[in-house]
Antibody, heavy 121, light 110 residues
Framework: QVQLVQSGAEVKKPGASVKVSCKASGYTFTSYDINWVRQATGEGLEWMGWMNPNSGNTGYAQKFQGRVTMTRNTSISTAYMELSSLRSEDTAVYYC??????????????WGKGTTVTVSS | QSVLTQPPSASGTPGQRVTIPCSGSSSNIGSNTVNWYQQLPGTAPKLLIYSNNQRPSGVPDRFSGSKSGTSASLAISGLQSEDEADYYCAAWDDSLNGYVFGTGTKVTVL
């Protein structure tokens, strides 16, 4: 079945970087976008950016420009999200999602289970 | 902060109809399709409605979506206890050149 399997929880110190992976299975990895969405405890959903796994093209939310990098390894159908200069406010669950564009509609139809990133000194 | 506005909470008794509004602007809902996501407690969000009013396979027809101008709404008819969850609207925003989520609405079944 179609699924996105994310890497395990991370604990980082302020100022460090974190790299979260997202392995796709059950579909052709290069045929759909990968988005990253985060959610702090008790808060709403926040979109971070997208990547086209075929071309490697990316688009980042303005808030994260300069701090986030989305990459992929097509040989193992895996996407990565690296966030640098971590601060306590980056403590959240990070989700990867599959993005689809059909008939002028863009939506995220498959979600990973999430990776908890804790930033603490 | 979110550019799509939803009420923080909504509630109803089993069997009732609940409607959740989502207010946006010309750069998001006004010019792009709206999606809705359901997040059950302690789980990842799940696509509930896409392209304003389309239900993915497996989503009960109790859930329906609509859009008019710069607003959208999600309706849950025949409310059930398992519908207790957070619901988020979302759309692409042409001005921000990014995807935006609503503030989220917690639905409680009384």
């Amino acid at each position: 079945q179609v699924q996105l399997v994310q890497s395990g929880a991370e604990v980082k110190k302020p100022g460090a970087s974190v790299k979260v992976s997202c392995k796709a299975s059950g579909y052709t990895f290069t045929s759909y976008d990968i988005n990253w969405v985060r959610q702090a405890t008790g808060e709403g959903l926040e979109w971070m950016g997208w990547m086209n796994p075929n071309s490697g093209n990316t688009g980042y939310a303005q808030k994260f420009q300069g701090r986030v990098t989305m990459t992929r390894n097509t040989s193992i159908s895996t996407a990565y999200m690296e966030l640098s200069s971590l601060r306590s406010e980056d403590t959240a669950v990070y989700y990867c999602t599959r993005g689809r564009y059909e008939q002028n509609a863009y939506y995220m139809d498959v979600w990973g289970k999430g990776t908890t990133v804790t930033v603490s000194s | 902060q979110s550019v799509l506005t939803q009420p923080p909470s909504a509630s109803g008794t089993p069997g009732q109809r609940v409607t959740i509004p989502c207010s946006g602007s010309s750069s998001n809902i006004g010019s792009n399709t709206v999606n809705w996501y359901q997040q059950l407690p302690g789980t990842a969000p799940k696509l509930l409605i896409y392209s304003n009013n389309q239900r993915p396979s497996g989503v009960p027809d109790r859930f329906s979506g609509s859009k008019s101008g710069t607003s959208a709404s999600l309706a849950i008819s025949g409310l059930q206890s398992e519908d207790e969850a957070d619901y988020y609207c979302a759309a692409w925003d042409d001005s921000l050149n990014g995807y935006v989520f609503g503030t989220g609405t917690k639905v409680t079944v009384l």
